[in-house]
């Protein structure tokens, strides 16, 4: 018999009713309640998820102010703890904790138990190799169990995990890791994506000798390496650790803010900064996503038999809301490899039948991966059967209404009963979600459901006045619990501050247009340093991409506005085409009235250029804003890390493109 699969924000407003005596009408009186009387939304949160400390706080919110919140002092907390307390009850009911599969196709299942001891293992042996709480450890590792594996351990003896992914290169590493001088480091040799093998360990060697805080080297060996490595210890014996003292092993009760990990800005321009979030803030708002993303526990009677799949690197923010899973009791399914196959072939429909293979309820993605698959053409109920995904996930840029219908209609056409989108914005910035989902809420395609339960988020005009209806500043106006602590290295918080609190003191300015709608549904129109002014009509990039990306020949785009400082607008448009499509002046025709047809004439650009591929970040966003830079005449190692970047050779076009605008001006 399926589950009942109440929705989880119910199960809560349920529980405030029974709880609390507080009854809604509607989501926008318990939000505006959330965002009003924090100090009552926050302890419901911790009361509601059975959150325990061994210490009472003496406070929820004991100083409210941006940044520098201080919340839930005296109360002790563990990731770790969060995640193994519901070992018993999942393994008693089937469940597995971890299921993961690869390009080779390798599946490995882990039980509760096995993540239960093996983070165990490894916890006592970061502590014999010298780790401490405070202390640093760096990760180089891919998406497999193991990494999960490594932060849990790290966090149940307080260490403060920092990862990148091994798609990144030597230099962009360091830039991130030798800020926050680790004293260990945990590496794979190697890695299988895009169809090859691939070496890393000549990388590993360099992070070691380039990284002279590091003292010990703990590698996870491969069949992907060209070289056996010298390395301290092995995974494989960190893990075979099977005696008293493991099964006796506790995590320990840490300071409600003390730090978890440390996260990475893209790095466009200048060092990436290194964001530190604190334990507690992180399980708090991990908990009131949970609400609106509408995962529960496996082994529940509500969501039992739930499996949970977001797609990502470790490189990416939703690899920490992947591994959230774990904490709400749901068991996780990660693939480890290229989500289309390879370049040469690509096969948009490799993570449909992964889906399938495996039985998930959630499959979550980028909303740039669905738009591939609609333009691929892939026919979902070729590839398996999947009747059991009641929700699809999608974040990372906006997702167009055609996109979304197209993979509603996908799912029933393959046998899903009922397919429910949870589409999110919110950022590594604070490791959350300020706008999402919502399945008692209507759906409307292209939109996002509502503003998230304890977030105050707010559009505001010019003026710094909060407007409805209207495209303005995304801006927070109180505090969440997962706002970074600081950045690390950061002397009076000047880059903290000048990164969100420079436009409005005290409020979270994130740097994204939004508009809320009457219903309380939110549309984000793209990044608000990287938009559109024409003749005073301001546009974020994403309208136009919805426009020219709807046409079946165009991949990919790229527009940038170099109206600057009273300017002349100029807005040349970058398109990918499909292969053998050329860029003559049918296909010019093409877009130019896609674009007044959708918008108005006024969007039209005033080129267009076809390029081989649009500058993207490792996360997949478009590098509106160095390309901008780059043709306003900034030199591009000022504008863009290109180790930063998934595609830095395409950089070249448009240097060489930059180069021959500004000889033009200089000879007019």
Known sequence: MPAPNIPQIRLYQNWLRDQRGLSFDTYDALWRWSVTDLDAFWQSIWDYTGMQSPTPHTAVLAESRMPGAKWFPGAQVNYAREVLRHADAAHAAGMLAIVSDNELGEVREMSWPEL????????????SLGVRRGDRVAAYMPNVPETMVAFLACSSIGAVWSVCAPDMGTAAVVDRFRQIEPTLLIAADGVHYGAKPIDRSAVVQELRGALPSVQKLLLLRTPHAAQQLAADVDWQGVIARSDPEVAAFEPEWLPFDHPIWIVYSSGTTGLPKPIVHGQGGIIMTMYACGLHNDIGASHGANNFGERFHWYSSTGWVMWNCQLAGLAFGATIVIYDGHPAGSKEKPDWAVLWRFVAKHRITFFGAGAAYFTNCMKAGVVAAECGDLSRVRALGSTGSPLSEDVQRWGTAQLRAAGADSVWWCNISGGTDFCGAFVGGNRELPEVPGQMQCRQIGHAVEAWNEGGQPVIGEVGELVCTRPIPSMPLYFWGDEGNARYLSSYFDTYPGVWRHGDWIKIGEDGGCIIYGRSDATINRQGLRMGTSEIYSAVEGLPDVLDSMVVDLEYLGRESYMPLFVVLRPGVALDDAMRAKINNAIKTS?????????????????????????????????????????????????????????AFAARRAAQASSS
């Open 599 to 655: 918008l108005s004439p006024r969007f039209a650009p005033n080129d267009i250029f076809q390029v081989a591929e649009i500058p993207r970040t490792l996360s997949g966003k478009k590098q509106e804003l160095p390309i901008k830079k780059l043709l306003l005449g900034q030199p591009i190692e000022k504008v863009v890390n290109r180790e930063a970047m998934a595609n830095p050779g395409s950089l070249d076009w448009y240097v």
């Open 116 to 127: 239960r001891r093996q983070v165990a293992s490894v916890a006592l042996t970061l502590k």
